[in-house]
């Protein structure tokens, strides 16, 4: 059973940092490029940023870009996204995916599993 959990999410202040981590199970990490997504109260979820299947080559919406960074470990099978310099309309729900895309910029239309999501909360 291919499970992908979301840690890390909390309440912080403006211009704070988070660090969220996801960790899978039940799949090669390897195998697949990873993305991150998020969701505000009332909107739909959106891409926020991918990273390959060996972690050399990152893609981020321009919303994030410069505060947001994506790393991986596939020896410990975790995907991270490192977000400073948090803005309150960083608030939502973060989710991590797997892509079966190739591409990097592509990563996010070939997602193939979800994680549940954690909330950040960014107060201002």
């Known amino acids: 059973q291919v499970q992908l959990v979301e840690s890390g999410g909390g309440l912080v202040q403006a211009g704070g940092s988070l660090r969220l981590s996801c960790a899978a199970s039940?799949?090669?990490?390897?195998?697949?490029?990873m993305a991150w997504f998020r969701q505000a109260p009332g909107k739909e979820r959106k891409f926020i940023g991918s990273i390959n299947r060996s972690g050399d080559i990152t893609y981020y919406a321009d919303s994030v870009k410069g505060r947001f960074t994506i790393s991986r470990d596939n020896a410990k099978n975790t995907v991270y996204l490192q977000m400073n310099s948090l803005k309150s309309e960083d608030t939502a729900v973060y989710y991590c995916a797997s892509s079966l895309a190739v591409s990097v910029a592509a990563a996010q239309f070939g997602v193939n599993n979800w994680g549940q999501g954690t909330q950040v909360t960014v107060s201002s």
């Open positions: 039940g799949l090669t990490l390897s195998n697949y490029a």
